[in-house]
C-alpha cells in the first residue's frame, strides 16, 4: 500500500552581513507542508565561517533574530505576524527582503514526512 505523499515547500536562510555585497552563508532551512499544517526551521551558525566575514553584529544577534523568526514558524509570541495562518507565515518569512536575515528562492517537492525532509535539507545545505 501506498502512503501519502504531501506537497512541501522550502526555502534556505542566510546571513547576509552586508546586503549591498551579496555575500551570504546558508545558516537554516524553513519548510511549510499545508497538508499536513506543518511550519518549521532549523537553524546553525558556523562560527568559524561567520567571524570570517567579519560582521558588525556579534553571533548572539542574529542568534536572537533567527529566534525571532522561529517564534513566528511557532505562532507563540511572533507578533500580529504569528498570529497569520501557516502559509501566510511561511510566505512572510520567505519573501523577499533587504536585511540580515534572507531566503534564497522556494522550492518545492513531495514527501511523506516533512520532519524528515527538513533533516535531509538541513543536513545537506547546512551540514
Known amino acids: ?3 501519502d505523499k504531501y506537497v512541501y515547500e522550502y526555502a534556505v536562510i542566510r546571513f547576509v552581513p552586508k546586503v549591498e555585497r ?3 552563508m546558508n545558516v537554516g532551512v524553513i519548510l511549510f507542508c499545508k497538508n499536513r499544517k506543518y511550519i518549521q ?3 546553525h551558525i ?3 565561517l561567520f567571524k ?3 560582521p558588525e553584529i556579534s553571533i548572539e544577534e542574529v542568534y536572537n533574530y533567527l529566534k525571532a523568526w522561529e517564534l513566528v514558524c511557532e505562532g507563540k509570541k511572533g507578533g500580529v505576524i504569528g498570529e497569520q495562518d501557516i502559509p501566510n507565515r511561511f510566505r512572510w ?3 523577499t527582503r533587504s536585511t540580515l536575515l534572507q531566503c534564497g528562492k522556494v522550492h518545492p517537492g513531495m514527501c511523506e514526512q516533512p520532519e524528515n525532509i527538513l533533516e535531509s535539507l538541513f543536513d545537506k545545505y547546512i551540514g
Open 41 to 43: 526551521m532549523k537553524y
Open 1 to 3: 500500500m501506498q502512503k
Open 22 to 24: 551579496e555575500e551570504f
Open 52 to 54: 570570517a566575514f567579519l
Open 46 to 48: 558556523n562560527e568559524a
Open 93 to 95: 518569512l520567505t519573501a
